[in-house]
């Protein structure tokens, strides 16, 4: 759950001041503007996206992953190592938070894919997250920011832009409960 929230402010940052309001820049603009580039919503990556939030509330394990890198690291708030490093701990990880959430659902989502005049590719979600925690009952609404960044078609890296630690509290609730 934690991989899906957190893609959405690079884009606005990138891409909120200084852009032309023109349908294309000229080459020598896009040469010029190595960040610039063109942004969408229905793209492919933006819809893998969304099939990953879809399989993450449904709780889909058997969702294959097809689109994540075996190197994929992914970075919380405040951490400048990655806190998950490869494909098989990035399922664990989706796997571990299907346990954790009753109703997830956004009130609010937005998905956008970048792609960069430098050649870099990003997508990123903003969005305002609705889910019950079924170890502590507390109910949550949060608002959540991710950025993913595609190399060869396959997501190298997350990058989370949100306050863990509703999510932290209730895996500890969850460990808790394991241990009675």
Same mark, same amino acid.
């Given at each position: ?7 959405? +402010? /690079? ?10 309001? =023109?349908?294309?820049?000229? @080459? ?5 503007? @190595? ?29 294959? &992953? ?14 400048? $190592?990655?806190? $998950? ?17 009753d109703n997830p659902r956004f009130s609010f989502l937005? #998905? ?13 979600? &903003? ?30 890296? =997350? /990058? ?5 630690? +509703?999510? #932290? ?12």
């Amino acid at each position: 759950m934690k991989k899906i929230f957190m893609i959405m +402010a /690079v884009a606005t940052a990138l891409f909120s001041c200084g852009q032309k309001q =023109e349908a294309a820049a000229t @080459s020598t603009e896009a040469s010029a503007d @190595s960040l610039g580039g063109t942004m969408s919503s229905t793209d492919e990556k933006s819809q893998i996206i969304q099939n990953q939030i879809k399989a993450a509330f449904a709780n889909d394990t058997t969702y294959k &992953w097809d689109e994540i890198a075996d190197n994929i690291a992914v970075y919380y708030p405040g951490d400048t $190592i990655p806190d $998950i490093k490869g494909k098989k701990a990035y399922m664990a990880d989706f796997t571990s938070n299907g346990q954790l959430w009753d109703n997830p659902r956004f009130s609010f989502l937005r #998905v956008m894919t970048l792609k960069m005049n430098n050649g870099e590719t990003w997508t990123n979600l &903003w969005g305002t997250w609705h889910v019950k925690g079924k170890f502590t009952g507390k109910e949550l609404v949060m608002n959540v920011h991710q950025a993913i960044k595609w190399e060869n078609d396959k997501v190298t890296q =997350e /990058v989370h832009f949100y306050d863990t630690k +509703a999510i #932290v509290d209730e895996f500890a609730a969850m460990k808790a409960a394991a241990k009675k």
